[in-house]
Every structure is written in structure tokens, then in C-alpha cells.
């Protein structure tokens, strides 16, 4: 499974949207400018995800965008499969080898267990400088 520019740049207005949480609403011109991409593209890909009713729009000169769901309630997962469908990387087939077909299945769901742990506030909130909290783990 390869993730397009649509699931790319929805993951961005999403991220984009956590992290001005809680300022009203942003508009799609200011993102595209803050990130370099074509609004009308980001007007393609909201429509799906007001649908899917991840994002609300608030009408009016200061309208735009904003979260429907705090950032903590909606995952990668949420985003990618309104934008880009069903997480499969490869399509498991029941008359495949036993082996091939439990490989497959293992990566289908490592993938969405990924996609479907990690928050929309995880994302926003990360920080490249390591001072992102990350578990510890001594064996």
C-alpha cells in the first residue's frame, strides 16, 4: 500500500488544524500557504473529511475550518481510510500458501495497528528535537 498526496496532504490540513485548536476557525488559503501546497487540492480533499464529519466549516468572512472531534479522538487511521479507503497492503487471497497468506495478513495489520494507535494530537504535538515523550522499555 502506498499512501498518495491525497492521504499526505490530509494528514497536513488535519495537523494543521490540531495544532491551531481552540483559535476558531482556519482557512484553507493559510494552510496552503503555510505549507507550500495548492489550495484547490486542499479543497478536493476537506470535502471527504467534512463528510466523514472529521472536520466542521464555519461560514462567514472569518470562516473556515476546524477539528469536529478533539485531536485525541481521531487517529491516522480515521484520516487515511476517508482519504485513501481500505488499509491493505496487499490482498490476501484464502488459495495463497498458509505462510504467505499469515506474512500478509501480520503486515495488513502492523500497519493498521500504526495508523490506528497514533492521534491526530500525537502528531501535532510531535516535537524532532527529542523531546517528545517516548516509553522506555528495560528488559
Do not use: C
Request: glycine content about 8%; proline content about 4%.
Amino acid at each position: 500500500m502506498k499512501i498518495s498526496t491525497k492521504g499526505r496532504y490530509g494528514l497536513t490540513i488535519m495537523m494543521a488544524l490540531a495544532k491551531k485548536e481552540g483559535e476558531g476557525p482556519i482557512s484553507l488559503k493559510s494552510i496552503a500557504q503555510e505549507y507550500n501546497l495548492s489550495e484547490h487540492y486542499l479543497e478536493q480533499l476537506i470535502a471527504p473529511l467534512r463528510n466523514a464529519t472529521l472536520v466542521k466549516s464555519v461560514r462567514g468572512a472569518y470562516g473556515g475550518y476546524k477539528l469536529a472531534k478533539q485531536p485525541e479522538e481521531i487517529t491516522a487511521g480515521d484520516i487515511i481510510r476517508v482519504l485513501e479507503g481500505p488499509i491493505s497492503p496487499v490482498e490476501v487471497l484464502d488459495d495463497e500458501e498458509p505462510a504467505k497468506r499469515d506474512l500478509w495478513i501480520k503486515i495488513r495489520d502492523a500497519v493498521k495497528d500504526v495508523l490506528d494507535t497514533t492521534t491526530l494530537s500525537d502528531l501535532a504535538n510531535f516535537k524532532e528535537d527529542g523531546e517528545q515523550d517516548y516509553y522506555m522499555f528495560y528488559i
